[in-house]
Structures are given as C-alpha cells and as structure tokens.
C-alpha cells in the first residue's frame, strides 16, 4: 500500500506507513531519539499538545471534569486527612522496602486489612478503640473477672504448694509455723527475714504481683508460708509465740 499524506503531512483514510508491524533497529531507535531531543522538535511537541484532552483530566494542565470510570485517589477523604497522606508519601518517596521471599509468599494471595475502608486519623481510631473495650469489659464482666480470679487462685496454690513442699515437708499448702492448711486464704508469703531486708523491687510487691513474682523468678530463697495470725504476731514482736513457747 503506497503511503498518501494530505497538506498538513498526515496519512489520509485507508493508507499506512512503510514501517508499519515492523521493529526498529538499534540504529532507527537512537537517530530518533536524538531527533525528539533536539529543541525545536521539543518545542513544537510541547506546542502541538496545548488544548489537548489527558486521559485523567479534562485539560492537560489543570484538574477538568473526570473521564468516565475514573476516580480520583482521595475521594471520600478530609481536607486533613489528605495533607496527612500527602506528607507521609513524601517522607516515604525515594526509600524501597525490600521484604524477604518468605515474607513475598506470604502477602501473594492477601488483601490488605484496609481494603476499601476509609482512612481515619489514629486519634479516632484510639478513641474508638477504647470504646470498644469499655462496653466489651462491661458486657462481659462477670466473665472476665471468673477467668481472672481462677489463673490468679491457679498461682497462688502453686506458689504455696513449692514453699510448702520445700519447708514444711508437706504437700498441701500450710502455715510454716502453727500447721494451718484447712483454708487457702487463711495463708500469705512472709519475708524471712524482714521486708526492709530485701531489694526495693521484690519488698514493694504484694497479693498476685508477689505470687508471679516468684513464680517467674524460680520461687527465690528468703520466703516462706504463715497464716495471717502466726505473720501479724511475728511482724510486731519479731517471733512467732509458737516459736517462743518451743523455746
């Protein structure tokens, strides 16, 4: 097919270039690049796209009225919330996160936990969070407070049982001094040789922090099991009156 142009040098209806389907060499390619680089090519480029329509706008230039199925990136979006997200794309612009193969096989496949939701700020996120807690806490008080109450009588009895097994010789949790172990809660950790004796850490705790405590310590040398009457007495006159009367 012979190649017609008409006066403004443009291929008329039903003809086509010599070079149509075929792939430039090397040499094609570099003679037009240096051809599109000169200056007045660039200048006449730039001259002939003025006025134009860009496939995402409806001027080149300026923001138009959107091409159908179009969309822009921050639509349903704050004023605020997207200078947010402007500022942190610059701060981001130029690194490149470089993740592990494992970690590539792993997000192949996923969607992204905020797939379709709307960007907030943190402090609502924050604030909504806490809500969700609250009224998570209140329903299910009764609940919580079982499950908390069992794990912290579970610690409590190994703790005494190891005191009680390793000092009294005795598998059952029992007072050290007078041999009470009918009721758990008639039972506490005494220092041996003091509270004021001991690391400012350890001496401060009491109840459960102390239990796990010394559960995560290895159950500590210097402690040992007395009934609340037998510690009373020894923390006001320095010993036990079962041990006095022994003497």
Partial sequence: ???KRNSKGQFTKGSA????????????KKKIREAVNR????RKLSESKKGKKNPMYGKSGNAGSWKKGN?????????????IVREMGEKQKGRRVSHS???????????PWNKGKILVLIEKQRKRRLEYQKKRR???YDEIKKKRDAKRLEIKSDVFSHYSKKLSNSTTPCCNCCGENKFLIFLTIDHITGWKNYDEGPKRLVGKEMYRFLQKNNYPTGYQVLC???????????????????K
């Fill in 1 to 3: 097919m012979k190649q």
């Fill in 17 to 28: 270039p010599h070079n149509k389907g075929k792939k430039a060499t090397p040499d094609q």
């Fill in 39 to 42: 200056p007045d090519v660039k």
């Fill in 71 to 83: 969309m822009p990136w921050n639509k349903g979006l704050t004023k605020e919330i997207s200078e």
């Fill in 101 to 111: 193969q494992e970690t590539i096989q792993k997000m192949r496949g996923h969607t």
């Fill in 138 to 140: 209140e329903e299910k």
């Fill in 228 to 246: 609340m009457n037998c510690n009373s007495a020894k923390s006001d006159k320095g010993i036990c009156p079962h041990q006095r009367s022994k």
